[in-house]
């Protein structure tokens, strides 16, 4: 029913057609340009025409390597709250706890993880949400039935940006690099206003793959291009947008595993968690790094996640940073069930429309 993630799953990526293929998703992971022709400007620095770039990028999406292409935004710098949750869920309730979990808009992703809480999701609410962020969680609780759940907001982030490399790799393993995305690179202090939201709604829609597709948008919106392509870069400059670039689906992509590394950091204070953090976020291979609440029965504060091709070389990696920082090893947690994975969807009425279906159940 589900799609599940086996040891030696999938070594190589599938749809795949040859170098160029690779090469292409590197480039439009990292971003994509917003000029009048995009896809000719990528294609220049890869030998390819446009036209060739969009053909293959429209087999490439066919095929499921990549899910969508559009904006990253930063969902605190837009208003909205979100969290990890961990959820422990009986097996005699799992099946309906998924259900219910999903059924928030705001949820985004949601994965069974081998581990006693054994239910992991995100959500995020907007600022006119009519529960708020803990209400949210707490519904969520009752509604699915767990028998316990426990939220782990950011507290704080040394590092945000999934980009699976698709080339050799000869030469990666050990490298490092600052990362792109920390929460000091967050430079927003205001949610954006409300001029901002027809643009912010296009450009989450998935990019068409046509000659000039920005161009399209802004006539679209009743704009120029240029208006459109300044606007972009404001939200960049400000921090409230990542990049413009493809999200892949990394099994597709021939990373077959996923380890969530969860730290325990001794003594649990601001320096030794921020040492770590940087230690970590400056790993390759480390796609999200953040600090987050321990309780009684999670004793973990620092939560790194790694994308493999298999579960030995997720596990090569949290070996490398346990040596790197000093700390014990980490506790791994591998995704065996994916759920849901989806972007959130900004300033949209599906938020609303849920929270008054299950207004009943409001404590």
Not at 83 to 108: D, K, M, T, Y
Not at 220 to 246: H, Q, T
Not at 302 to 325: I, N, W
Request: contains cysteine; neutral net charge; hydrophobic residues 40%.
């Amino acid at each position: 029913m589900f799609p599940r993630e086996g040891k030696n799953e999938m070594s190589v990526a599938k749809g795949l057609a040859d170098a160029a293929d690779r090469s292409l998703l590197d480039e439009v992971q990292a971003g994509i340009p917003v000029v009048e022709r995009p896809f000719e400007e990528l294609g220049s620095g890869l030998g390819l025409l446009g036209e060739e770039v969009m053909a293959r990028l429209s087999r490439l999406k066919e095929s499921g390597v990549i899910r969508q292409i559009s904006a990253i935004f930063d969902t605190p710098s837009l208003g909205y709250r979100s969290a990890l949750v961990a959820a422990r869920v009986s097996e005699a309730g799992f099946a309906r706890a998924v259900e219910v979990i999903n059924s928030h808009p705001g949820v985004s992703h949601n994965y069974r993880r081998e581990h006693e809480f054994n239910l992991w999701y995100t959500v995020a609410v907007s600022p006119v949400s009519l529960l708020g962020l803990d209400a949210t969680i707490g519904m969520l609780h009752r509604l699915s039935g767990a028998e316990s759940t426990r939220p782990l907001p950011t507290m704080k982030l040394y590092k945000i940006g999934v980009r699976f490399r698709m080339g050799d790799g000869s030469g990666r393993a050990g490298a490092a690099s600052p990362p792109a995305f920390t929460g000091t690179s967050r430079k927003v202090v205001a949610p954006p206003v409300a001029g901002d939201i027809p643009l912010i709604r296009s450009l989450q829609e998935d990019l068409d793959l046509v000659e000039e597709p920005f161009v399209r948008m802004a006539a679209g919106l009743g704009i120029s291009f240029g208006d459109l392509r300044d606007r972009v870069e404001r939200m960049k400059a400000s921090g409230l947008m990542r990049r413009f670039s493809a999200v892949l689906r990394h099994r597709k992509a021939g990373y077959a595993a996923n380890a969530m590394g969860v730290w325990s950091v001794p003594d649990g204070g601001d320096k030794a968690c921020d040492r770590a953090g940087e230690i970590f976020a400056s790993f390759d291979e480390v796609s999200h790094c953040y600090r987050r609440p321990r309780y009684p029965d999670w004793p973990y504060d620092l939560f790194t996640m790694v994308h493999g091709r298999s579960r030995e070389e997720c596990g090569d990696v949290l070996a490398r940073m346990a040596a790197a920082s000093g700390l014990e090893p980490p506790l791994a947690l591998y995704s065996t069930e994916e759920f849901k994975k989806v972007r959130v969807r900004y300033f949209e009425d599906a938020e609303r429309r849920w929270e008054e279906e299950h207004a009943a159940n409001a404590v």
